[in-house]
C-alpha cells in the first residue's frame, strides 16, 4: 500500500510540472503569435494607414479596461496620427506582445522566459514621454520585477484604454 501512494505522489507531481511545461509553452506561443501580429499590422500600415490604424484598434481593444476615457483626450485627427505614425516606427510587434499581458487571466506567466523579455520592453524617449502625458502611464518603468502582477496589468490595459481612443481620433470617430 505505501509504494502505491508513493507512486500516486510522483504522478501527482509529474502531472502539475507538466500542466506548467504546458501553460509556458503556450505563453511563449501567444507572446510570439502577438509579435507577429504586430509586424502584420505595421505592414499593413504602411500599405493603408486607415487599414493599418483600424486593425491596431481593433488589437488594443482586446487588451482594454473599456473605460470612458475617449472624451479626455484633447488630440486632432492630425496629431493622433502622427503619435501613431511614430508608435508604427517602434518594435511593434513586441510592445503588442506587452500590452496582451494585460488580457492574462492568471497571475504565474512569470516562468515563461519569452514573456518576462517582452515585459521588460521599451519604447523611445520621444514615444514614452508623449504617452506619459496623454495616459499618465510610462511604458518604459512597467516591468514585472518593479510592480505587483495587477497593478502591471492595470496599467497595460489602462494605456490600452487610451491608445484606442487615439486610434478612434485618428480615424476620424469624433470628427475633429
Not at 486607415?50 to 479596461?65: A, E, H, P, R, V
Not at 515585459?119 to 514614452?128: F, L, Q, T
Amino acid at each position: 500500500m505505501l509504494s502505491s501512494k508513493k507512486a500516486s505522489n510522483v504522478e501527482v507531481q509529474y502531472s502539475i510540472r507538466l500542466e506548467r511545461d504546458t501553460y509556458v509553452d503556450i505563453w511563449n506561443e501567444f507572446t510570439k503569435h502577438m509579435i507577429r501580429l504586430g509586424y502584420a499590422i505595421k505592414m499593413t500600415y504602411l500599405i493603408s494607414e486607415y487599414d493599418g490604424i483600424s486593425m491596431l484598434k481593433d488589437i488594443l481593444s482586446c487588451f482594454s479596461n473599456n473605460g470612458g476615457l475617449k472624451h479626455s483626450i484633447n488630440m486632432t485627427s492630425s496629431e493622433a496620427k502622427e503619435l501613431l505614425k511614430t508608435l508604427f516606427n517602434e518594435n511593434l510587434g513586441y510592445f503588442l506582445a506587452k500590452l496582451s499581458l494585460a488580457s492574462a487571466s492568471t497571475v504565474n506567466f512569470r516562468s515563461s522566459e519569452t514573456v518576462s523579455k517582452i515585459a521588460e520592453h521599451r519604447i523611445s524617449k520621444k514615444v514614452n514621454d508623449v504617452l506619459i502625458k496623454i495616459s499618465g502611464v510610462n511604458y518604459n518603468s512597467l516591468s514585472l520585477n518593479e510592480l505587483n502582477i495587477e497593478d502591471f496589468k492595470a496599467k497595460l490595459a489602462s494605456l490600452s484604454n487610451v491608445l484606442v481612443s487615439i486610434c478612434d481620433i485618428a480615424l476620424g470617430v469624433y470628427g475633429k
